[in-house]
């Protein structure tokens, strides 16, 4: 059995900070490329960020570059996204997902192939 599991959302304040976890179970983390990826009501799926598989590096959308920031255990087999400054514009389901992308076209992506969680929720609101 192989599963991504996320957690560690909830409701918090504009201004507030939350850390969400993936979670992989059946398989290891450190030989896959990982993303964040979000869905708020009524949108499409947005990529948020990707860290590499490769030196650790990771990438950001424009939407959060400066107040998310990703990072990776690989001794918990378990991926993180520190979220910092929340707006309400973040409010939406959060997503990590196996294999991302960088590209200039479509900003973070995840291949077909890759394997998804099935979210947490964040909810940013007085």
């Known amino acids: 059995q192989v599963q991504l599991v996320e957690s560690g959302g909830g409701l918090v304040q504009p201004g507030g900070s939350l850390r969400l976890s993936c979670t992989a179970s059946?398989?290891?983390?450190?030989?896959?490329?990982i993303g964040w990826f979000r869905q708020a009501p009524g949108k499409g799926r947005e990529g948020v960020s990707c860290i590499s598989n490769s030196d650790g590096s990771t990438s950001y959308g424009d939407s959060v570059k400066g107040r998310f920031t990703m990072s990776r255990d690989n001794a918990k087999n378990t991926v993180y996204l520190q979220m910092n400054s929340l707006k309400p514009a973040d409010t939406a389901v959060y997503y990590c997902a196996t294999d991302c992308v960088k590209t200039a076209a479509a900003g973070i992506a995840a291949l077909a192939f890759g394997r998804w969680g099935q979210g947490t929720q964040v909810t940013v609101s007085l």
């Open positions: 059946g398989f290891t983390l450190d030989g896959y490329a």
